[in-house]
């Protein structure tokens, strides 16, 4: 088919974040667009078309656990701060997190067979490896989201539903999931895109300011109208993964280590197809024109991993939230040099973007 | 660092070419450019930005080839057909090509360790499964570029200089290669960007426009000045490639159907980074307002291969170069629906461009 105006109309107005570099020569763009917004729903910065619709994918992982915990899971299952962690993760299927999510499914007397979300070989590659090499195929339990599935298992024990369905759209968990996803992006429900996540489950799509308002809002105090209960749930689930980086990402992975860096005060979390959000507490954006904490979204447009780091570290460096030793850290955490097949670097990459500033407070002057 | 004003004209000016949608919506989009060139050098149809720079990457393969069989290098080695035509490939590393590689590097006195070229798994999945199921390491014969290799090393035997360091670019065998790259796409060397291919060979960068016209070139008559050694010999290599497609990509590889579906009359090459170049005889462009050859071109901006292929089929059908139910099977060969882990299908991809089309000898209509 092709395009009509109309459609081409439709399209996010992206803008390049980051280019890929060969020798002298750019071979790649990435374009994209970025999000930066206060808890109180200010736009305080963006790149490209905030407002661009984005399927969360696993960066609804915290929101997907929320009624689980806020009906008492963590009490009736006497879930472990790991267990939390590794229910909001995108995992590497390391053995420390494959062992953890089979700890979750025998709380509720499931197996790996109960989980809906097929099977991958692990992301971490020395896992994958190993795997291969003892002639071993990967199972649900290597799925970076079986960690999500074994809590929804559990969730559908507790609320004594059918544990058989947990993954359709119209299964009563997954309408108390949307009604979260709902409530934290503020979009109504019936203006969030449906779609099916690689793992099965459903996944929501959004405008980008409303994933990085809710990565702001799931940092932030109590909202009107949110039961306390979900509110302590959401706290305890954002304090896990922070607390324990390992079991949200893994080895290598640099989710676990920015959290790790920021010492368990600042929330990253990956989607596929090139999503990242970060929430920042209030003490950290300090430099911001923002009286709470401030959420950051942002879609590599064409889906791509590569890159998506680096903008991620270049969006918090000219937002403030980052520099000196620390920012050095982070780049060469996010840093993906070009390698030729004999593994000698012959490119690399640059983000090419500024973030446009919207302070009220500030009349002149850009954040460093 | 940051973008400056300059830094982002000087980049592509792309326009969405196929969008990735997931359930109803729209997930990711790829950009990039197209050119379609005459032999002639007319502009015949674009999208983007035709002139943006490329690089060409194993669309370069032909190129690379013609040097070693201008100065006699299929008589000299008495080389087969497959033999020629794996030296232009990017190979699926499957025992058929690797078998040929390894007899063009003896029929030199070389063996496996004179490839610079560095192991990858085989591109075919089933070929590096069997490898890794025998516990077996993939070696420099299944890197996509070890056929492009031996016949480098071949000709380093030939004119009798140092096989040793054959991949350098100021070696005389790649001093010869960019000048053939420089008068086929009609770039003068010095206005030729360099840089470090995946294989560690130099790679060339030049405006699409001026791939495309190289693509023409090559399937069309002798050029002005061109020597008729050189003619003969991207000839054979053309025919060889058109005639052994398997030797060219392999198994279930877009480049091999693709040529296979026209029959030996039609030249078509990926190359790494969203690189794809078709060549087209006079008699399949006859619906362009072109009298010889047609030469197309186009780079998938962010560097995904997703999607680069059913872009060239949806350049190819609104070229006219494909109708029917050729049409149908070449949309089947490069529909790559999106899949969740279990393997249903939850989203697809769709071109969303429209190519202008420069036809100055029709003065209203599109071809279909």
Redesign the interface.
């Known amino acids: 088919?092709?395009?009509t105006p109309l459609?081409?109309a439709?399209?996010?107005q992206?803008?390049?974040l980051l280019?890929?570099t060969?020798?002298?020569?750019?071979?790649?763009?990435?374009?994209g667009s970025v999000a930066v917004v206060a808890g109180d729903g200010r736009l305080l910065a963006a790149a490209g078309d905030p407002l661009q619709?984005v399927?969360l994918r696993s960066a609804a992982k915290p929101f997907q656990l929320t009624p689980f915990l806020a009906a008492g899971g963590e009490r009736r299952y006497r879930l472990s701060t790991e267990e939390v962690a590794v229910a909001a993760a995108s995992h590497g299927g390391e053995p420390f997190h494959t062992r953890t999510v089979l700890a979750l499914l025998r709380k509720g007397g499931f197996t790996v067979d109960d989980l809906?979300?097929?099977?991958?070989a692990p992301m971490r590659e020395e896992t994958a490896r190993a795997l291969?090499?003892r002639?071993e195929k990967p199972n649900a339990l290597h799925?970076n989201c079986s960690g999500k599935h074994a809590a929804m298992l559990l969730a559908c024990r507790l609320f004594g539903e059918d544990p058989a369905t947990y993954w359709r759209p119209d299964h009563p968990l997954q309408r108390r999931i949307l009604d979260v996803v709902s409530r934290m992006t503020a979009v109504p429900e019936e203006r969030i895109?449906?779609?099916?996540?690689?793992?099965?489950v459903p996944?929501y799509?959004v405008p980008l300011y409303n994933l990085a308002l809710s990565y702001a809002r799931v940092m932030g105090p109590r909202l009107t109208g949110e039961p306390a209960r979900e509110f302590a749930a959401r706290r305890r689930i954002i304090e896990a993964m922070t607390e324990v980086p390992r079991m949200v990402a893994g080895t290598g992975r640099f989710t676990t280590s920015l959290m790790r860096e920021f010492g368990g005060s600042l929330l990253g979390k990956e989607g596929a197809?090139?999503v990242y959000a970060v929430g920042a507490p209030s003490r950290l954006a300090a430099t911001l024109p923002a009286s709470g904490a401030v959420g950051i979204a942002l879609k590599i447009?064409?889906?791509?991993e590569r890159g998506r780091d680096a903008v991620t570290v270049e969006v918090m460096r000219?937002l403030g939230l980052a520099e000196g030793s620390r920012l050095g850290r982070l780049r060469r955490l996010a840093r993906r040099p070009v390698r030729?097949?004999?593994?000698?670097v012959?490119?690399g990459m640059?983000?090419?973007?500024?973030l446009d500033l919207f302070a009220p407070e500030r009349t002149a002057g850009r954040p460093r």
């Not at 895109?193 to 099965?200: A, F, M, Q």
């Not at 640059?350 to 500024?354: E, L, N, R």
């Open positions: 088919m092709t395009s459609r081409r439709l399209l996010p992206s803008v390049p280019i890929v060969r020798g002298e020569g750019v071979e790649s763009v990435h374009r619709p399927f809906h979300c097929g099977a991958h291969s090499i002639h799925n895109g449906l779609g099916v996540d690689g793992c099965s996944v799509q197809e090139g447009e064409d889906g791509a000219q030729n097949v004999r593994g000698e012959v490119g640059k983000p090419v973007f500024s």
